[in-house]
């Protein structure tokens, strides 16, 4: 008995062993360093609400919000975070079981009649191709745990990159229900004004329809801005999970400039190396599956099985010794489990080549559309906004002289109005571009 309680003691250690390697946290601090490197934003696990967290609605309730507070919220409030961070709770467990060998088997039997003594016959046995394979086993864990641990920082930034989205969209929205009143407004004015002089006789039928046409038309481009405005600002409700309609907050009131400088391809290259994370989940997931094709290649042999036997005959004698159960490869050579894990390192390889190829052709294209947005943003700015106001000033002093008619000014300023319409489109398509590129920098979806 003494013997088998020792193997009994040694099959625990061995077991405890491998348990003791599995972080207590999940890997939830990793993920947080990752996520608060990037984006100097935090993130922490929270129980299921009903309601808004009372943070939220302090950061919200009448505030004028700007994309990284949208951000903090939605990371706070949004339970698909939650759901994402939970996902390294399973990879744990997975953890855990690649860390552990299964518990040894206990047989026994007792036998009646049985004279002078009753006969029993007791075994204890462990699978001992599960203990030479432990460290294989737990390696390729762990490197399985790494790359969930990318993944979920790689998608919780890109619920980050979604919410940014959502609202510049609906900051260019507001923008141009702004934009599209000034323009319906002016073009009321020149109706109005038609509507008069043509009960004077001054203009034609035709000049008076042209002028209600364009305010008609102008009211229509309102009430599409207006409703693009309302779904907009839902979106941005829901990305940030926000429960309490009567919460009053407000989009903020411009654009932030554009940065300095952006980043050349010199700097992208360097960037892609260290920031990718589905390159570097895509590497441990060819790690794992380099570690487990020995474990394949032996699982011909099955279960090898040793351990103790006692016995004790009718007679009264007890025998104790060791035990080995051996499987014949007759049937089964393994050759299927072989098969699908050389198929598995082979996709895992080739995943990771496709990723790596197509990073830096996805970096150059997401920074050709930045640098190309954020010309349209300087020409806007710079060149055609100055021109269209100065237009504006120079209309107004000849209309001042009688020598430009009333029409010509309405006109001047709905121009001015329209190219400020296409910079609010332009200021827009720079941050998405600009978020876009992070995502690529990334390695998110």
């Not at 999940?26 to 922490?44: F, H, P």
């Not at 229509?220 to 999970?241: G, V």
């Not at 390159?279 to 380099?290: G, K, L, T």
Request: aromatic residues 4%; glycine residues 4%; proline residues 4%.
């Amino acid at each position: 008995m003494k013997q088998i309680r020792k193997i009994a003691v040694a099959f625990s250690v061995i077991t405890f062993a491998g348990c003791a390697t599995v972080p207590r946290d999940a890997g939830l601090s990793d993920v947080q360093n990752e996520v608060s490197g990037r984006s100097r934003q935090k993130i922490a696990i929270r129980q299921p609400a009903a309601t808004d967290d009372e943070s939220v609605r302090a950061t919200l309730q009448g505030r004028k919000l700007d994309a990284e507070t949208a951000v903090a919220v939605a990371l706070a409030n949004n339970p698909q975070v939650q759901i994402e961070l939970a996902q390294l709770g399973l990879a744990r467990a997975d953890l855990i079981e690649a860390s552990t060998i299964r518990n040894p088997i206990f047989s026994g039997e007792i036998r009646f009649p049985g004279s002078p003594a009753k006969p029993y016959e007791i075994a204890l046995t462990q699978s001992i191709l599960d203990i030479v394979q432990l460290p294989r086993r737990r390696a390729a864990g762990q490197a399985t745990f790494e790359a969930a641990k990318l993944r979920v920082a790689s998608a919780v930034l890109g619920i980050a990159a979604d919410v940014r989205d959502d609202f510049f969209d609906l900051l260019a929205a507001s923008q141009r229900v702004a934009a599209n009143r000034a323009i319906t407004e002016a073009a009321r004015a020149a109706a109005d004004l038609a509507q008069r002089q043509h009960q004077a006789g001054n203009i034609t039928d035709l000049d008076l329809e042209n002028q209600q046409a364009q305010y008609e038309q102008a009211k229509i481009d309102l009430a599409r801005s207006e409703e693009e405005l309302l779904l907009s600002r839902e979106a941005l409700i829901r990305a940030m999970a926000l429960r309490d309609p009567s919460l009053n907050w407000q989009i903020a009131d411009d654009f932030p400039s554009p940065a300095a400088n952006e980043p050349n391809e010199t700097d992208l290259i360097e960037l892609l190396a260290t920031r990718r994370l589905d390159i570097a989940a895509a590497r441990h997931e060819v790690e794992a599956a380099e570690r487990l094709l020995p474990i394949a290649r032996t699982s011909a042999i099955g279960d090898i099985d040793a351990g103790a036997h006692r016995e004790r005959d009718a007679e009264g004698p007890t025998t104790t010794g060791p035990a080995l159960s051996l499987p014949i490869p007759i049937f089964n050579r393994g050759r299927a489990a072989r098969e699908r894990a050389e198929t598995q390192l082979t996709i895992s390889r080739q995943r990771l080549a496709s990723i790596t190829a197509s990073a830096s052709s996805q970096a150059r294209a997401a920074r050709d559309r930045l640098l190309a947005a954020r010309s349209r943003v300087e020409y806007y700015r710079d060149v055609l906004i100055p021109r269209r106001q100065r237009i504006v000033a120079l209309t107004q002093i000849e209309h001042n002289a009688m020598v430009a008619g009333f029409y010509q000014l309405i006109q001047a300023r709905q121009n001015e109005a329209s190219a400020r319409r296409e910079y609010i489109d332009a200021q827009r398509d720079y941050w998405i571009a600009r978020t876009k590129l992070d995502r690529v920098l990334n390695g998110g979806r």
